[in-house]
């Protein structure tokens, strides 16, 4: 099944537009996951299981696998399987934010949809288009390209006031969000990822991009508002956001209980996303 398909169908089944970010760091799940043969895997399992009914897509970050080298990304790999075998119904995206010439592409984009079998892939876009084929190309595959980020600093670039081939000025992420949703998209397979921590920036895009659904990471930890990510990015069929929350559902408690309060805070953030749908 296409990625955009079983996204749309696990926002129905779920009635949730929240994605679990699956970073797990081994300085901060319980102590009792240490001792086990494949900790990040054990602990992802565990959270799994407590939030697969609430979810319209899990997110594990490539990052905290490949930190550990291939112990780690062998248990990225023994997560993938895990939730396509018991939940087949959540999509997978891969957080990897990869993007080099088109050549070096074709080994991440294999890494990723061959390998893993995840069902889309975050992509920066500075190289370009013609660059990022090798993903673009994948029509069932979702490509989830970056364009406001949520950090602090992602203005320095994402802000600069550029002109456009029409000599029309206008701030760089803007520019990106026309681009990916015209040109880029051929094959209906782009998303745009938009952080919850800018939602006037939000709103804007959402003025240029109607229809297109975007990844808004930065709620729980980074602070983002639930009410304004709704308020602003919603499309007008009150859906067209995967809002993804780590850290403040994998840790919502530290002790033997985690995964009880994972589910907790899970259906809480769930539901208020849906008090603004
Ligand atoms: P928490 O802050 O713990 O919810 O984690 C946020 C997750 O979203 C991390 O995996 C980040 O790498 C990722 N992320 C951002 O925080 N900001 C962005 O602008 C983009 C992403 C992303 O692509 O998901």
Request: glycine residues 6%.
């Amino acid at each position: 099944m296409k990625f955009s398909q079983k996204l749309d169908q696990a926002i129905i089944d779920n009635n949730s537009l929240l994605c679990v970010g699956l970073d797990p760091d081994m300085d901060k799940i319980p102590a009792g996951f240490k001792a086990e043969e494949h900790p990040l895997f054990e602990f992802n399992k565990a959270i799994i299981d407590a939030t697969h009914d609430l979810v319209c897509a899990y997110k594990p970050n490539s990052a905290f696998y490949e930190a550990l080298g291939d112990f780690g990304v062998h248990q990225l790999k023994l997560t993938v399987e895990y939730i396509q075998t018991y939940h087949e119904h959540c999509p997978v995206i891969l957080d990897a934010k990869r993007g080099d010439i088109d050549s070096t592409n074709n080994g991440y984009s294999d890494f990723a949809f061959d390998y893993l079998n995840v069902d889309a892939i975050t992509l920066q876009p500075y190289l370009g288009s013609e660059a990022l084929q090798p993903f673009l190309n994948h029509s069932d595959k979702g490509c989830i390209i970056l364009c406001r980020t949520s950090n602090k600093g992602a203005g320095e670039f994402q802000d600069l006031v550029i002109a456009n081939e029409a000599k029309q000025s206008q701030p760089l992420y803007l520019e990106v969000a026309k681009q990916v949703s015209t040109s880029w998209n051929t094959n209906n397979n782009c998303m745009l990822v938009v952080g919850a921590t800018y939602p006037e920036e939000l709103k804007k895009i959402r003025e240029v991009v109607p229809d297109m659904f975007f990844l808004v990471p930065g709620i729980g930890t980074q602070g983002g508002d639930i009410e304004a990510t709704l308020g602003n990015g919603l499309r007008k069929d009150k859906s067209g956001l995967i809002i993804s929350s780590s850290r403040a559902i994998l840790y919502a408690s530290s002790d033997e209980d985690f995964a009880e309060k994972a589910r907790e805070k899970a259906m809480a953030t769930r539901d208020e996303m849906n008090k603004y749908r």
